[in-house]
């Protein structure tokens, strides 16, 4: 069964990055869109960035030009390096395939404060 495992968060200072790593077990990875999504206590899940299985990307308004998804399907792994980061930017982030999802790993903390 696929998992997926998030890491790479933390505390960091407005203007600041960070890189977020996603590990996924299975071989079938590759064939998956996926995407990033991240949560703050009370409000939904709502989808950061998104990544085809061939490349194609999409980003959430708020983090076009400060966010960039990636991936390497040789080593199961799909990334998301944060910059210029804003407090709003706070959350814990989640990876996962395109719908249906599979149960929700751990997800990453990422606070950005001063």
């Known amino acids: 069964q696929v998992q997926f495992v998030e890491s790479g968060g933390g505390l960091v200072q407005p203007g600041g990055s960070l890189r977020l790593s996603c590990a996924a077990s299975g071989s079938i990875f590759r064939l998956y869109a996926m995407g990033w999504y991240r949560q703050t206590p009370g409000k939904q899940r709502e989808l950061v960035a998104r990544i085809t299985s061939g490349g194609l990307t999409n980003y959430l308004d708020s983090v076009k030009g400060r966010f960039t998804i990636s991936r390497d399907n040789a080593k199961n792994t799909m990334y998301l390096q944060m910059n210029n980061l804003k407090p709003e930017d706070t959350a814990v982030y989640y990876c996962?395939?395109?719908?249906?999802?599979?149960?929700w790993g751990q997800g990453t903390q990422v606070t950005v404060s001063s």
């Open positions: 996962n395939k395109d719908t249906p999802f599979i149960p």
